[in-house]
T-cell receptor, first 113, second 113 residues
Framework: GAGVSQSPSNKVTEKGKDVELRCDPI?????LYWYRQSLGQGLEFLIY????????KSGLPSDRFSAERTGGSVSTLTIQRTQQEDSAVYLC???????????FGSGTQLSVL | GESVGLHLPTLSVQEGDNSIINCAYS??????FIWYKQESGKGPQFIID?????DKRQGQRVTVLLNKTVKHLSLQIAATQPGDSAVYFC????????????FGPGTSLSVIP
């Protein structure tokens, strides 16, 4: 069965460029999360979508970061004017309605040169 | 962002021994707790969960203990195997935090053959 799919798996970009990271959640999962994981560290919450409710954006580190979720399915995380400190693995997870059990994708490794 | 930890603490155990991984949480309103396992290059995977109305739950070779008095959670792995080597995260969920799941800093478990 299809799990959470993230693309690209690796992205190398130059400082100052914009990047878009994509997440395809499991079909029927209404909740979608983005987390950031720096090397050797834990998971930093970024943003949370739940159904048609307004997203919880409280974890976005700056206004260079934004995310949208179209049609309650696919989500795109956009980082504008990337900085070297944005280098990390960006993980997406989804869950069923009324469930806190998250299913994660394999992440996108972002490297900003 | 929330729950970004310092560099991961490491636990080394001999193959066949039992492992105990600890986690402290700060939100007394948290009512659901989950343990995830993250292998190298992969997203975290669900291991076991526990609700706040319980203090112990057992799975296959794993047991989670919850002490709400001191806001402490532990994961016990029986007869640790090399395949258990990974980073282990505890996570909590609270209805007061818009249902989002927040992760602890993680512990790296290394199994010595």
């Amino acid at each position: 069965g299809a799990g959470v799919s993230q693309s690209p798996s690796n992205k190398v970009t130059e400082k100052g460029k914009d990047v878009e990271l994509r997440c395809d959640p499991i079909s029927g999962h209404t909740a979608l999360y983005w987390y950031r994981q720096s090397l050797g560290q834990g998971l930093e919450f970024l943003i949370y979508f739940q159904g048609n409710s307004a997203p919880d954006k409280s974890g976005l580190p700056s206004d260079r970061f934004s995310a949208e979720r179209t049609g309650g399915s696919v989500s795109t995380l956009t980082i504008q004017r990337t900085q070297q400190e944005d280098s990390a693995v960006y993980l997406c997870a989804s869950s069923l309605p009324q469930s806190e059990k998250l299913f994660f994708g394999s992440g996108t490794q972002l490297s900003v040169l | 962002g929330e729950s970004v930890g310092l560099h991961l603490p490491t636990l080394s155990v001999q193959e066949g021994d039992n492992s105990i991984i600890n986690c402290a949480y700060s939100n007394s309103a948290s009512d659901y707790f989950i343990w995830y396992k993250q292998e190298s290059g992969k997203g975290p995977q669900f291991i076991i969960d526990i609700r706040s109305n319980m203090d112990k739950r057992q799975g296959q070779r794993v047991t989670v203990l919850l002490n709400k008095t001191v806001k402490h959670l532990s994961l016990q792995i029986a007869a640790t195997q090399p395949g258990d080597s990974a980073v282990y995260f505890c996570a909590e969920n609270s209805k007061t935090s818009y249902d989002k799941v927040i992760f602890g800093p993680g512990t790296s478990l290394s199994v010595i053959p």
